[in-house]
């Protein structure tokens, strides 16, 4: 039991190492500059990635909108 468990918590840490990979590279394709997030713990880095992006969505959701509303 405690085997598979190890085994579980092995392949969460790697989605989850996935899973940032993956955040990361939409925060550069953006533009985004990540600097000082190396030393948190991996879930506040997933959360904080996944809301830098959201809040970046929203704004460019405003600017479309900013853009329809002058045309």
Not at 10 to 22: L, N, P, Y
Not at 44 to 63: G, H, Q, S, T, Y
């Amino acid at each position: 039991m405690a085997r598979k468990l190890l085994l579980s918590l092995a392949e969460v840490t790697m989605d989850q190492k996935k899973r940032i990979e993956q955040l990361e590279a939409e925060v550069r394709k953006r533009g985004g500059i990540l600097g000082g997030i190396d030393n948190l713990p991996p879930e506040i880095v997933e959360d904080f990635l996944k809301r830098v992006l959201a809040v970046d969505d929203l704004e460019r959701l405003r600017d479309d909108e900013e853009t329809k509303k002058k045309h």
